[in-house]
């Protein structure tokens, strides 16, 4: 049973509540004064008094560990979904009343993801971030991905995969900064001495990225040491004030993403394999 326990400001009781199921607990104050509980694979609305208006359940063996109440006064939450096979992020838009309005699954076949935080967005969208396993012998990383109001990805972000073996790297909460940006917060371990050791990990993410789909054109980008991980997207901020770049032979074929390189004065790219080149 989840036990959810209402204090007044002088740390008197008001009221208390039993709800079934489900070992994770995620609450939060809406904006009506009421509260949105998740927990297990359930979502539980209460009024001011503790009282349950409605629920919402998902299957069996999923679990959200994040909820917050959207613009349009529904809710967004967040978890793993678990298969035989995999476990992968999921998330759920219900309206004000408890009605689903979409679920994802994020996530590969035989992966092991699990998003720990979402929060709204400036533009109407989403944010979320977790854990993901690249496989069984790799540690975990920080993942985060940007969806948009219909839960459709806009980018994803891996952090931490180039960094060796033994440093394990987990996030647990994320918010929207007023540039624009992202904050996250989790822990980061690892081996490195022989036994275990963590610390506090606070990562802050660019206002925005640019999508950069020539893998050979983003190596080059890593090479350079203006990217870290190759995963389709460069923080737009770590190229805008690039004037001189040099991608020659490099066998690329698609050189989208260079229009955001807004300083760029001179530019080498041949001996590859373009056919049009576009900065705007």
Known sequence: KQWIVKLNGDGVIQWQKLLGGGVEINIYQCSDNGFIVAFGSKINRLDASGNVQWEWTGGWNDTFFSIRETADNGFIAAGREASTSSINYWVVKLNASGNEQWQEIIGNEDSYD??????????????????????????????????????????????????????MKTSNAIQQTLDGGYIIGGTQGSFATGEYS???????????????????????????????????????????????????????????GIEDFASLISLNCSGNQLTSLVFD
């Open 114 to 167: 699990e998003a720990r935080a979402v929060h709204p967005t400036f533009d109407g969208g989403y944010i979320v971030t977790g854990t993901k396993y690249i496989d069984n012998e790799v540690p975990p990383n920080v993942w985060t991905v940007k969806l948009d109001n219909l839960g459709n990805i806009e980018w994803e972000k891996l952090t931490g995969e180039t960094e060796g073996f033994d440093i």
């Open 198 to 256: 963590a610390d506090y990990l606070v990562i802050k993410l660019a206002s925005s990225f640019t999508h950069i789909p020539d893998t050979a054109f983003e190596q080059r980008l890593i090479d350079l040491g203006l990217d870290d991980v190759l995963d389709g997207y460069v923080q737009t901020s770590n190229i805008s004030d690039v004037t001189q770049l040099d991608v020659s032979n490099r066998n690329i074929s698609d050189l989208t």
